[in-house]
């Protein structure tokens, strides 16, 4: 069986300093890997994701990840954090043999950024 | 151009009665799935309909649930009767591929069993 685990529920951090959202996965078989974003009154959207290639990953406002085999990893950072980066973190994984769609989901962090 | 849409947003019903979910996804998506969040809990599965077909519907919980793409374009996620247990968000996405990991989703339905 395949899980997501991300140990952190809530992360409060004060603005312009780093941040890191912990997410750990289980699976005997080759996955993908993403974060996906959840900003007050909006629906999930895609922040970042590992499919193959350079196992460290950028999205365009900073954030990055880095996907590690042998810890079964994939945290994410931001050097420096705004009040705009308020929002819920869910870190999400799928079988390489099933298709990248095909999501299992984390339970989530809240970040909550504070001025 | 338009996201993806779920209506309603909340709903509140009585053990028992029932409840439809609307989802209309992206245009051009053919791809369309349905999860959902029971409070505290992670996003899980529940299926995913290519076209008006069901690719895969091995999340649903049990019989009590029915989902339905006609035509392909909208969809409905009916819970009949509901359970206090069926409470929680209920999202929608889609995507053009299956490929991409790229899902778009919608707001959700907040779903309340009393």
């Known amino acids: 069986a395949q899980s997501v685990t991300q140990l952190d529920s809530q992360v409060p951090v004060f603005e312009e300093a780093p941040v890191e959202l912990r997410c750990n996965y289980s699976?005997?078989?080759?996955?993908?890997l993403f974060w996906y974003v959840q900003y007050p009154n909006q629906g999930l959207q895609l922040l970042l994701k590992y499919l193959s290639g350079s196992t460290l990953v950028e999205s365009i406002n900073g954030f990055e990840a880095e996907f590690n085999k042998s810890q079964t990893s994939f945290h994410l950072r931001k050097p420096s954090v705004h009040i705009s980066d308020t929002a819920e973190y869910f870190c999400?994984?799928?079988?390489?043999?099933?298709?990248?769609?095909?999501?299992?989901f984390g339970t989530g962090t809240r970040l909550t950024v504070i001025p | 151009e338009a996201g993806v849409t779920q209506f309603p947003s909340h709903s509140v019903i009585e053990k028992g009665q029932t409840v439809t979910l609307r989802c209309d996804p992206i245009s051009g998506h053919d791809n369309l799935y349905w999860y959902r969040r029971v409070m505290g809990k992670e996003i899980k599965f529940l299926l995913h309909f290519v076209k008006e077909s069901k690719q895969d519907e091995s999340g649903m919980p049990n019989n009590r649930f029915l989902a339905e793409r006609t035509g392909g374009t909208y969809s409905t996620l009916k819970v009949q009767p509901a359970e206090l247990e069926d409470s929680g968000v209920y999202f929608c996405?889609?995507?053009?591929?299956?490929?991409?990991?790229?899902?778009?989703f919608g707001e959700g339905s907040r779903l309340t069993v009393l």
């Open positions: 699976s005997s078989v080759s996955v993908y």
């Open positions: 999400a994984v799928s079988y390489i043999t099933t298709g990248a769609n095909n999501l299992f």
């Open positions: 996405a889609s995507s053009q591929d299956r490929l991409s990991g790229e899902l778009f």
